[in-house]
């Protein structure tokens, strides 16, 4: 997915403020400079901190992708997905509007490269760190139960989560 600038609510364009991270400039989990990074929720924040210390050792470097986003971001985001998808609901099934997303509460990031997706996806529960979404390797949030409990299955897409619907 695209994560330029692009014009978001009142014609101004998205851009850093908002949460972008220009593609193929992923950043690191402690970079608090960038605003996708600085503006998660502290302890989904730490866990990735003690994550990536620990991915580190493995020879893995995570990376945020997309953290937090502004509404006027997430809301550009939504907006493109239905002109690629075709429709409201198939957009459904990759972004959220900027009412139901994560991502606008600073609850989700997702992480690349995909080695870097893979060892979350294997070690995350360790750390409250869990994929939610069947369909996106790549999104995590922070369910700190998973620490004892494990992951708790995933939903096939967006569609499936209650908290997706205002």
Not at 42 to 52: N, V, Y
Not at 93 to 101: D, F, G, K, L, Q
Request: hydrophobic share 35%.
């Amino acid at each position: 997915m695209d994560h330029g600038a692009s014009l978001g609510a009142r014609g101004r364009s998205v851009d850093q403020r908002d949460g972008v991270v220009p593609e193929g400039a992923a950043v690191s989990v402690f970079d608090d400079r960038v605003p996708a990074v600085g503006r998660l929720q502290p302890g989904l924040l730490d866990a990735l901190r003690r994550a990536a210390v620990d991915a580190e050792r493995d020879g893995i470097r995570l990376r945020i992708n997309s953290g937090w986003r502004s509404p006027a971001y997430q809301r550009q985001l939504w907006q493109d997905a239905i002109v690629k998808y075709g429709s409201r609901g198939e957009a459904a099934r990759w972004v959220a509007t900027p009412e139901t997303s994560a991502h606008v509460t600073g609850e989700a990031v997702d992480i690349g490269p995909r080695e870097a997706a893979a060892w979350l996806s294997e070690h995350g529960a360790a750390y409250g760190l869990c994929q939610i979404y069947r369909n996106e390797p790549w999104h995590y949030e922070l369910l700190c139960e998973a620490v004892c409990d494990g992951c708790p299955p995933m939903f096939a897409d967006p569609t499936e989560d209650p908290r997706m619907r205002p």
